[in-house]
């Protein structure tokens, strides 16, 4: 498991640094376009906001990976060590479940005959392109969740 995380953690970090390059040269045009040649793009809002929602899925299946997260541990730091990793293994146990819910939920979402056909506004792309972010990051991060639970209940069984 650990070695489809790290293969997927690869293919997420450049695909994040193609999409935050792609955003960064969109709205330049963007501004460029609208205050230096006084033509706006009507396109460049839509695809800016389609690229940010798949950074942040993308962006938050790796911070799940590395465990960079935002979380309070100082009553977890209090706690004698077998009840902290009891305490972390819950924790991961709840966070996969509530994904696996997210996930059926929204392959469903993307399924539906409502997104199938739905176009976008401006550049009429087949929306389920941009909603396919959500079961994708959601997928992703579920591995990597995964991955770190099997390697913290490892972690014990060295001792």
């Known amino acids: 498991m650990r070695a489809i995380s790290q293969g997927i953690s690869k293919v997420e970090k450049g695909l994040s640094i193609i999409l935050m390059f792609s955003m960064a040269i969109v709205v330049f045009l963007s501004v460029a376009f609208r205050y230096v040649f006084k033509s706006p793009l009507s396109w460049a809002g839509e695809i800016s906001v389609f690229l940010l929602i798949w950074i942040s899925f993308i962006g938050g299946s790796l911070g799940l990976k590395y465990k960079s997260q935002a ?25 996969i479940l509530f994904l696996f819910l997210v996930l059926y939920y929204s392959f469903n979402w993307i399924l539906s005959p409502s997104v199938s056909y739905q176009k976008s506004t401006t550049l009429l792309i087949p929306m389920w392109i941009p909603y396919m972010a959500v079961p994708l990051g959601l997928s992703f ?4 969740l995964l991955s770190n639970l ?8 060295s001792e």
Do not use: D, F, W
């Open 141 to 144: 991060a579920t591995i990597h």
């Open 71 to 95: 979380s309070v541990t100082v009553a977890l730091e209090y706690l004698p060590e077998r009840v902290r990793k009891i305490v972390s293994v819950t924790g991961y146990v709840l966070m």
């Open 150 to 157: 099997i390697q913290l209940l490892k972690e014990g069984e």
